[in-house]
Protein backbone atom coordinates (compact mmCIF):
# COMPACT_ATOMS: atom_id res chain seq x y z
CA UNK A 1 0.00 0.00 0.00
CA UNK A 2 1.97 2.66 -1.23
CA UNK A 3 1.50 5.85 0.90
CA UNK A 4 2.95 10.04 0.89
CA UNK A 5 3.74 12.10 3.72
CA UNK A 6 4.91 15.93 3.64
CA UNK A 7 7.86 17.35 6.08
CA UNK A 8 9.03 20.45 5.96
CA UNK A 9 9.16 24.11 8.12
CA UNK A 10 5.25 25.94 8.51
CA UNK A 11 6.66 29.14 8.93
CA UNK A 12 8.83 30.83 5.94
CA UNK A 13 9.42 34.88 5.99
CA UNK A 14 8.24 36.58 2.89
CA UNK A 15 10.70 36.56 -0.33
CA UNK A 16 12.51 33.30 0.78
CA UNK A 17 12.47 30.24 -0.38
CA UNK A 18 9.51 27.65 0.73
CA UNK A 19 10.83 23.78 1.04
CA UNK A 20 9.24 20.51 1.55
CA UNK A 21 9.47 16.63 0.87
CA UNK A 22 7.03 13.99 0.13
CA UNK A 23 8.13 11.00 1.36
CA UNK A 24 6.82 7.73 -0.50
CA UNK A 25 6.62 4.48 1.44
CA UNK A 26 5.00 0.97 0.30
CA UNK A 27 6.61 1.60 -3.54
CA UNK A 28 9.61 2.79 -5.40
CA UNK A 29 8.91 6.34 -6.61
CA UNK A 30 10.89 5.13 -9.64
CA UNK A 31 8.63 2.08 -10.40
CA UNK A 32 5.22 2.76 -12.47
CA UNK A 33 4.59 5.51 -14.95
CA UNK A 34 3.56 7.84 -12.46
CA UNK A 35 3.14 11.74 -11.97
CA UNK A 36 4.53 12.83 -8.20
CA UNK A 37 2.60 16.11 -7.96
CA UNK A 38 2.27 19.07 -5.40
CA UNK A 39 -1.03 20.71 -4.62
CA UNK A 40 -1.67 23.41 -2.40
CA UNK A 41 -5.46 24.73 -0.81
CA UNK A 42 -4.94 28.46 0.65
CA UNK A 43 -7.45 28.34 4.05
CA UNK A 44 -10.82 28.05 3.20
CA UNK A 45 -10.49 28.17 -0.43
CA UNK A 46 -9.85 25.43 -3.36
CA UNK A 47 -7.30 23.42 -4.72
CA UNK A 48 -4.47 24.88 -7.06
CA UNK A 49 -2.11 22.19 -8.53
CA UNK A 50 1.53 23.12 -8.70
CA UNK A 51 3.22 20.71 -10.51
CA UNK A 52 4.70 17.33 -11.06
CA UNK A 53 7.63 15.55 -11.75
CA UNK A 54 7.23 12.46 -13.72
CA UNK A 55 8.57 8.89 -12.71
CA UNK A 56 11.32 9.93 -15.66
CA UNK A 57 12.62 12.94 -14.27
CA UNK A 58 10.59 15.31 -16.57
CA UNK A 59 9.08 18.30 -14.85
CA UNK A 60 5.86 20.54 -15.40
CA UNK A 61 5.02 23.29 -13.55
CA UNK A 62 1.45 25.85 -13.39
CA UNK A 63 2.02 28.75 -15.56
CA UNK A 64 0.78 30.97 -12.78
CA UNK A 65 3.10 30.43 -10.25
CA UNK A 66 5.67 32.31 -12.75
CA UNK A 67 8.55 29.94 -12.99
CA UNK A 68 9.11 29.83 -9.04
CA UNK A 69 8.55 26.40 -8.72
CA UNK A 70 11.60 23.73 -8.41
CA UNK A 71 10.87 20.13 -8.04
CA UNK A 72 13.38 17.24 -8.11
CA UNK A 73 13.72 13.82 -6.84
CA UNK A 74 16.04 12.26 -4.59
CA UNK A 75 15.72 8.39 -5.92
CA UNK A 76 17.85 7.13 -2.92
CA UNK A 77 15.58 8.37 -0.68
CA UNK A 78 12.04 7.49 -2.32
CA UNK A 79 11.72 11.28 -2.04
CA UNK A 80 10.73 13.89 -4.13
CA UNK A 81 10.79 17.60 -3.19
CA UNK A 82 9.04 21.25 -3.77
CA UNK A 83 10.99 24.43 -3.95
CA UNK A 84 8.71 27.76 -4.21
CA UNK A 85 10.91 30.88 -4.48
CA UNK A 86 9.56 34.48 -3.56
CA UNK A 87 7.19 33.68 -1.28
CA UNK A 88 4.60 36.13 -0.22
CA UNK A 89 1.32 35.99 1.96
CA UNK A 90 -0.42 34.98 -0.89
CA UNK A 91 1.25 31.19 -0.65
CA UNK A 92 0.13 30.92 2.74
CA UNK A 93 -1.64 27.17 2.22
CA UNK A 94 -1.95 23.77 3.13
CA UNK A 95 0.67 21.77 0.66
CA UNK A 96 -0.44 18.04 -0.65
CA UNK A 97 1.77 15.79 -2.29
CA UNK A 98 -0.49 13.11 -4.86
CA UNK A 99 0.19 10.30 -6.58
CA UNK A 100 -1.48 11.22 -10.21
CA UNK A 101 -1.60 8.57 -12.72
CA UNK A 102 -3.49 7.55 -15.93
CA UNK A 103 -6.35 6.71 -15.92
CA UNK A 104 -6.86 7.00 -12.38
CA UNK A 105 -5.85 11.31 -11.80
CA UNK A 106 -4.96 11.81 -8.29
CA UNK A 107 -5.25 8.36 -6.16
CA UNK A 108 -2.81 9.01 -3.69
CA UNK A 109 -3.02 12.20 -1.48
CA UNK A 110 -0.92 13.19 2.22
CA UNK A 111 -2.63 14.45 4.88
CA UNK A 112 -1.23 17.80 4.01
CA UNK A 113 1.43 20.43 5.77
CA UNK A 114 0.25 23.94 6.33
CA UNK A 115 2.90 26.29 5.47
CA UNK A 116 2.18 29.77 6.63
CA UNK A 117 3.96 32.95 5.15
CA UNK A 118 5.17 35.56 7.39
CA UNK A 119 7.62 37.94 9.25
CA UNK B 1 -6.03 26.49 -19.56
CA UNK B 2 -8.94 24.06 -19.14
CA UNK B 3 -11.64 26.21 -16.19
CA UNK B 4 -13.61 24.50 -14.41
CA UNK B 5 -17.11 25.48 -13.56
CA UNK B 6 -19.04 23.90 -10.67
CA UNK B 7 -22.33 24.48 -9.77
CA UNK B 8 -24.24 25.09 -7.43
CA UNK B 9 -21.68 26.63 -4.89
CA UNK B 10 -23.87 25.17 -2.35
CA UNK B 11 -26.28 22.43 -2.20
CA UNK B 12 -28.81 22.13 1.06
CA UNK B 13 -30.35 19.00 0.85
CA UNK B 14 -31.46 16.37 3.87
CA UNK B 15 -30.43 12.28 3.98
CA UNK B 16 -31.78 10.32 1.78
CA UNK B 17 -31.93 13.00 -0.75
CA UNK B 18 -30.27 12.99 -4.08
CA UNK B 19 -27.59 14.90 -4.53
CA UNK B 20 -26.54 16.32 -8.76
CA UNK B 21 -23.13 18.30 -9.38
CA UNK B 22 -22.10 20.03 -12.17
CA UNK B 23 -18.54 21.08 -13.49
CA UNK B 24 -18.66 22.63 -16.99
CA UNK B 25 -14.97 23.20 -18.61
CA UNK B 26 -14.00 25.85 -20.79
CA UNK B 27 -13.02 23.50 -23.21
CA UNK B 28 -13.83 19.77 -24.06
CA UNK B 29 -11.92 17.55 -21.77
CA UNK B 30 -8.94 15.28 -23.54
CA UNK B 31 -10.41 11.73 -23.38
CA UNK B 32 -12.89 12.45 -20.16
CA UNK B 33 -9.70 12.65 -18.07
CA UNK B 34 -12.02 13.99 -15.16
CA UNK B 35 -12.31 13.26 -11.69
CA UNK B 36 -13.88 13.75 -9.03
CA UNK B 37 -13.01 13.93 -5.20
CA UNK B 38 -14.54 14.40 -2.22
CA UNK B 39 -12.83 16.84 1.11
CA UNK B 40 -14.32 17.01 4.43
CA UNK B 41 -12.70 19.18 6.77
CA UNK B 42 -9.29 19.08 8.19
CA UNK B 43 -8.49 16.20 5.81
CA UNK B 44 -7.25 16.02 2.45
CA UNK B 45 -9.16 15.07 -0.82
CA UNK B 46 -10.49 11.39 -1.46
CA UNK B 47 -10.34 10.53 -5.00
CA UNK B 48 -14.31 9.58 -6.11
CA UNK B 49 -14.56 8.87 -9.66
CA UNK B 50 -12.47 9.46 -12.31
CA UNK B 51 -12.46 8.90 -16.14
CA UNK B 52 -15.49 11.30 -15.74
CA UNK B 53 -17.78 7.47 -14.68
CA UNK B 54 -15.25 4.71 -13.00
CA UNK B 55 -15.55 4.81 -9.20
CA UNK B 56 -12.36 4.59 -7.19
CA UNK B 57 -11.46 2.01 -5.03
CA UNK B 58 -13.85 1.18 -2.68
CA UNK B 59 -16.48 3.61 -3.16
CA UNK B 60 -19.92 2.89 -2.66
CA UNK B 61 -22.27 2.37 -6.13
CA UNK B 62 -24.80 5.78 -4.64
CA UNK B 63 -21.89 7.56 -6.33
CA UNK B 64 -22.05 7.77 -10.18
CA UNK B 65 -20.30 10.18 -12.95
CA UNK B 66 -21.23 10.64 -16.07
CA UNK B 67 -20.54 13.57 -18.78
CA UNK B 68 -18.35 13.82 -21.99
CA UNK B 69 -16.77 16.96 -23.65
CA UNK B 70 -17.06 20.16 -21.61
CA UNK B 71 -20.29 18.90 -19.24
CA UNK B 72 -20.15 16.45 -16.23
CA UNK B 73 -22.07 15.83 -13.93
CA UNK B 74 -21.68 14.03 -10.25
CA UNK B 75 -24.91 12.18 -8.22
CA UNK B 76 -25.20 10.71 -5.14
CA UNK B 77 -28.49 8.79 -5.34
CA UNK B 78 -28.72 8.61 -1.32
CA UNK B 79 -27.47 10.98 0.45
CA UNK B 80 -25.66 9.19 3.68
CA UNK B 81 -24.54 11.45 6.81
CA UNK B 82 -21.16 10.92 5.94
CA UNK B 83 -21.66 12.10 2.11
CA UNK B 84 -21.79 16.17 3.69
CA UNK B 85 -18.55 17.18 2.54
CA UNK B 86 -17.18 19.35 -0.62
CA UNK B 87 -17.02 18.01 -3.75
CA UNK B 88 -14.33 19.33 -6.36
CA UNK B 89 -13.71 18.35 -9.99
CA UNK B 90 -10.78 18.08 -11.67
CA UNK B 91 -8.89 17.98 -15.18
CA UNK B 92 -6.25 15.94 -16.22
CA UNK B 93 -5.96 15.40 -20.02
CA UNK B 94 -4.52 18.93 -20.49
CA UNK B 95 -1.64 20.95 -18.93
CA UNK B 96 -2.04 22.49 -16.85
CA UNK B 97 -4.51 20.27 -14.76
CA UNK B 98 -7.00 22.35 -13.25
CA UNK B 99 -9.82 21.65 -10.06
CA UNK B 100 -13.36 23.50 -10.29
CA UNK B 101 -13.38 26.06 -7.15
CA UNK B 102 -15.66 23.09 -5.36
CA UNK B 103 -19.54 22.54 -4.81
CA UNK B 104 -20.39 22.06 -0.83
CA UNK B 105 -23.23 19.59 0.10
CA UNK B 106 -24.54 20.69 3.41
CA UNK B 107 -27.19 19.20 5.58
CA UNK B 108 -30.64 20.74 5.00
Known amino acids: QVQVQESGPGLVKPSQTLSLTCTVS??????????WSWIRQPPGKGLEWIGY???????YDNPSLKSRVTISVDRSKNQFSLKLSSVTAADTAVYYC???????????WGQGTMVTVSS | EIVLTQSPGTLSLSPGERATLSCRAS???????LAWYQQKPGQAPGLLIY???SRATGIPDRFSGSGSGTDFTLTISRLEPEDFAVYYC?????????FGQGTKVEIK
Open chain 2, 27 to 33: QSVSSSY
Open chain 2, 51 to 53: GAS
Open chain 2, 90 to 98: QQYGSSPWT
Open chain 1, 26 to 35: GGSISSGDYY
Open chain 1, 53 to 59: IYYSGST
Open chain 1, 98 to 108: ARGDYPYAFDI
